[in-house]
């Protein structure tokens, strides 16, 4: 069956750390991948969205990858906050524009 | 901030009611969805709809049903309510075509007692 699956494990890092975040699929071969935040009890914001031909793509201290030969994508936070604490999606779109989501990691950033 | 409003965010109510969750976009997207979202879990696509008049079951089957009258509005009811429904629902839209990232509300945080 289809499925995306995140670290279900809560990540703790420290102000300043990198943060790495994993997203690996089965039985899909998308032509893009969605990241997305979610703080508790609000609806997810959209962050970055890479596509099958881009290896790499970044936007201030976020970088996403993409490799498609081991279907996953790893998504990066340099220069950690607090304020980057929240739980972090993976989406993908198998077909037709509705997206599937992971279960989202939850990243907690200690000053 | 997103322009897609849901009310109400908070609704506690009695098995056999029958509610409507309202949801409302501003920015004239054509696509809407509806997910369904329980603590810690991923989010469930049950409705979605491309434009005016149309609407489809999502993946998660839902006894809910929605309506897409106007392009800015997107509700979803429950006939009669009952605590397997308890969950957090989460409206969204996106522009047409592939591609687009979809913007949420807040949520309705729905409890059956």
């Known amino acids: 069956s289809q499925k995306i699956e995140q670290n279900s494990e809560a990540l703790n890092i420290q102000e300043g750390k990198t943060a790495t975040l994993t997203c690996n699929y089965t039985?899909?071969?998308?032509?893009?991948l969605q990241w997305y935040r979610q703080d508790p009890g609000r609806g997810p914001v959209f962050l970055l969205l890479?596509?099958?031909?881009?290896k790499e793509k970044r936007k201030e201290r976020l970088k996403v990858t993409f490799d498609t030969t081991l279907k996953q994508s790893l998504f990066h936070i340099t220069a950690s906050q607090p304020a980057d604490s929240a739980t972090y999606l993976c989406?993908?779109?198998?077909?037709?524009?509705?997206?599937?989501f992971g279960q989202g990691t939850e990243l907690s950033v200690k000053p | 901030e997103a322009d897609i409003y849901q009310t109400p965010r908070y609704l506690v109510i009695g098995t056999g009611k029958k509610i409507t969750l309202e949801c409302s976009q501003t920015?004239?997207?054509?696509?809407m969805y509806w997910y369904q979202q329980d603590p810690g879990m991923e989010l469930h696509l049950i409705h979605y709809?491309?434009?005016?008049?149309?609407?489809e079951k999502g993946d998660l089957s839902s006894e809910s049903t929605v309506s897409r009258i106007r392009t800015e509005h997107f509700p979803l009811t429950l006939e009669s309510a009952r605590p397997s429904h308890t969950s957090q629902y989460l409206c969204?839209?996106?522009?047409?075509?592939?591609?687009?990232?979809?913007?949420f509300g807040p949520g309705t945080r729905l409890t059956v007692t």
């Open positions: 969204a839209s996106s522009e047409g075509g592939l591609e687009h990232e979809q913007y």
């Open positions: 039985n899909y071969s998308p032509a893009y």
């Open positions: 890479i596509r099958e031909n881009e």
């Open positions: 989406a993908l779109d198998p077909l037709g524009g509705k997206l599937i």
């Open positions: 920015m004239g997207h054509d696509k």
């Open positions: 709809s491309y434009g005016v008049n149309s609407t």
